[in-house]
């Protein structure tokens, strides 16, 4: 039995919803995951539920998802499933690649299994839902016949992935522009996407207050770059920058090598390596011929300054997630390019690849699952006595006592603050965070707890150690 476009498409669907959801996610991981789902239950933007700039579109499906569902954690996956779903159609699509063929497939798994996509697929963020409509605008825009049609789609939708994933515009950028230059009809393509902004905008604006909502973009749009965002402002070492880029992408994104990780990951690398390879033959031989192809690796060039000087590459690898598109099409095109299909030697080196993806990236998952760091810290201190007392950073401390912990809880920023805290109880004082002690200290502390997960399913608080606290 042939299946027909329809069909397979469907059963595509499927494997993608039923996967996430099979694989999902009932605990927090982080302050950015704790801060969308609270916004389920009151969404608030000037209490960050979620944080500025409210990714009211993705809020709006992932409320009528949980409504219907009762689960946070199927509801998010259930829109991580969508979206795979759609990186994938719309990435075949780009390259010209029928769903039901051989390159199909192999673009099928290299998307469908690529670790951090998945890991993204369940947690609770809107970062792989922006990705897939940032892969549908990049087609619209860029690959489908250049009809009006096509064009004010794009439009429109650059709009709408403001109010899902608004760091990811400077990625649209370079189309965006080059349409507006080129079409005559340029005040109807920059209608459809004001359009596309206005309807999750005014009622985003309405529902928080006309005054509360400037205040916020203020705030946190000067608290992103100059305080909390991870920027070159607040990290300006530049190799650490450079370094962790280049490893967000290279091992976070694709599942390569680096020191520490298990010898799957070098039996990745040495096959991932080759298959790269014929994807950049395939590219200089495209490059010439291709406005589309020039276009996307101007967009991810524009995408990687933004994200190197203005976004928290060091701990947050999710921000890579775009330039994985330009690195699928290059893998797919070197596929097309394979004059050979039945040599011996490529067919290992695919299937080595894959079956060492598969395996990499299900551990990853099946890691995931699992209570990370912070989650099991939150467990332990409930079997504290209510009168203990918790000192640690903001953000672990906003953590804990947005989980019921009500225990006293002191902020500190480094271990130097501690001289400044008169402490009472002190056999029940704890100290969370990873801190260097030293001589002169008004405290002393010993080390208790430490809890870990592996920093490839999530870089944040992958380690986290618990103290006494010593007169």
Same mark, same amino acid.
């Given at each position: 039995?042939?299946?027909? $476009?329809?069909?397979?498409?469907?059963?595509?669907?499927?494997?993608?919803?039923? !996967?996430?959801?099979?694989?999902?996610?009932?605990?927090?991981?982080?302050?950015?995951?704790?801060? %969308?789902?609270?916004?389920?239950?009151?969404?608030?933007?000037?209490?960050?539920?979620?944080?500025?700039?409210?990714?009211?579109?993705?809020?709006?499906?992932?409320?009528? @998802?949980?409504?219907?569902?009762?689960?946070?954690?199927?509801?998010? !996956?259930?829109?991580?499933?969508?979206?795979?779903?759609?990186?994938?159609?719309?990435?075949?699509?780009?390259?010209?690649?029928?769903?039901?063929?051989?390159?199909?497939?192999?673009?099928?798994?290299? @998307?469908?299994?690529?670790?951090?996509?998945?890991?993204?697929?369940?947690?609770?963020?809107?970062?792989?839902?922006?990705?897939?409509?940032?892969?549908?605008?990049?087609?619209?825009?860029?690959?489908?016949?250049?009809?009006?049609?096509?064009?004010?789609?794009?439009?429109?939708?650059?709009?709408?992935?403001?109010?899902?994933?608004?760091?990811?515009?400077?990625?649209?950028?370079?189309?965006?522009?080059?349409?507006?230059?080129?079409?005559?009809?340029?005040?109807?393509?920059?209608? %459809?996407?004001?359009?596309?902004?206005?309807?999750?905008?005014?009622?985003?604006?309405?529902?928080?207050?006309?005054?509360?909502?400037?205040?916020?973009?203020?705030?946190?749009?000067?608290?992103?770059?100059?305080?909390?965002?991870?920027?070159?402002?607040?990290?300006?070492?530049?190799?650490?920058?450079?370094?962790?880029?280049? $490893?967000?992408?290279?091992?976070?994104?694709? =599942? =390569?090598?680096?020191?520490?990780?298990?010898?799957?990951?070098?039996?990745?690398? @040495?096959?991932?390596?080759? @298959?790269?390879?014929?994807?950049?033959?395939?590219?200089?031989?495209?490059?010439?011929?291709?406005?589309?192809?020039?276009?996307?690796?101007?967009?991810?060039?524009?995408?990687?300054?933004?994200?190197?000087?203005?976004?928290?590459?060091?701990?947050?690898?999710?921000?890579?997630?775009?330039?994985?598109?330009?690195?699928?099409?290059?893998?797919?095109? =070197?596929?097309?390019?394979?004059?050979?299909?039945?040599?011996?030697?490529?067919?290992?080196?695919?299937?080595?690849?894959?079956? !060492?993806?598969?395996?990499?990236?299900?551990?990853?998952?099946?890691?995931?699952?699992?209570?990370?760091?912070?989650?099991?810290?939150?467990?332990?201190?409930?079997?504290?006595?209510?009168?203990?007392?918790?000192?640690?950073?903001?953000?672990?401390? %906003?953590?804990?006592?947005?989980?019921?912990?009500?225990?006293?809880?002191?902020?500190?920023?480094?271990?130097?603050?501690?001289?400044?805290?008169?402490?009472?109880?002190?056999?029940?004082?704890?100290?969370?965070?990873?801190?260097?002690?030293?001589?002169?200290?008004?405290?002393?502390?010993?080390?208790?707890?430490?809890?870990?997960?592996?920093?490839?399913?999530?870089?944040?608080?992958?380690?986290?150690?618990?103290?006494?606290?010593?007169?």
């Amino acid at each position: 039995m042939i299946l027909d $476009k329809k069909q397979t498409y469907f059963i595509l669907f499927m494997i993608c919803i039923v !996967s996430r959801i099979f694989t999902s996610i009932y605990y927090i991981e982080d302050i950015d995951s704790l801060r %969308f789902a609270l916004s389920l239950k009151e969404f608030d933007i000037t209490r960050l539920q979620p944080h500025f700039p409210g990714y009211a579109v993705f809020y709006f499906f992932s409320k009528v @998802i949980n409504l219907i569902t009762g689960s946070t954690g199927i509801s998010f !996956s259930i829109i991580g499933g969508t979206s795979v779903f759609l990186i994938i159609i719309y990435t075949l699509k780009i390259c010209r690649i029928d769903l039901n063929s051989r390159i199909g497939v192999f673009s099928f798994l290299l @998307i469908f299994f690529n670790p951090i996509i998945w890991i993204m697929s369940n947690r609770y963020m809107p970062d792989l839902f922006g990705l897939s409509i940032s892969t549908l605008i990049i087609f619209y825009l860029l690959y489908e016949n250049k009809k009006f049609y096509n064009l004010k789609v794009g439009f429109f939708l650059t709009g709408i992935l403001a109010g899902i994933r608004l760091s990811y515009l400077p990625f649209i950028l370079a189309p965006f522009l080059i349409n507006v230059l080129k079409e005559k009809q340029r005040l109807t393509l920059l209608l %459809f996407f004001f359009f596309g902004c206005v309807i999750w905008l005014i009622p985003l604006i309405f529902t928080s207050g006309v005054d509360s909502f400037f205040s916020s973009a203020i705030k946190h749009s000067r608290g992103h770059f100059t305080n909390f965002g991870g920027t070159i402002i607040t990290d300006p070492d530049w190799t650490l920058r450079l370094v962790n880029l280049f $490893k967000g992408i290279w091992s976070d994104g694709f =599942g =390569g090598y680096w020191e520490g990780r298990s010898w799957q990951t070098i039996i990745l690398s @040495i096959s991932f390596l080759y @298959i790269l390879k014929l994807g950049f033959k395939a590219l200089v031989k495209n490059y010439k011929f291709e406005e589309s192809l020039k276009l996307l690796i101007l967009s991810t060039i524009i995408y990687l300054g933004w994200i190197f000087f203005f976004q928290n590459v060091i701990y947050k690898s999710r921000h890579i997630l775009p330039v994985l598109i330009l690195i699928f099409v290059i893998i797919i095109l =070197g596929q097309k390019y394979i004059q050979n299909t039945n040599k011996i030697f490529i067919n290992i080196i695919i299937g080595v690849y894959f079956l !060492s993806l598969i395996s990499i990236t299900t551990n990853l998952v099946l890691q995931h699952k699992q209570p990370n760091s912070i989650c099991e810290l939150k467990d332990s201190m409930k079997n504290l006595p209510n009168d203990a007392t918790i000192i640690s950073f903001p953000l672990i401390n %906003f953590y804990l006592k947005s989980h019921g912990l009500k225990n006293s809880f002191k902020n500190i920023e480094n271990v130097a603050d501690l001289q400044n805290l008169n402490l009472e109880n002190i056999e029940n004082t704890f100290l969370v965070g990873n801190f260097i002690s030293s001589d002169d200290m008004k405290y002393s502390f010993i080390l208790d707890t430490v809890f870990f997960h592996n920093p490839y399913v999530n870089r944040m608080w992958a380690k986290i150690e618990r103290y006494k606290i010593l007169e």
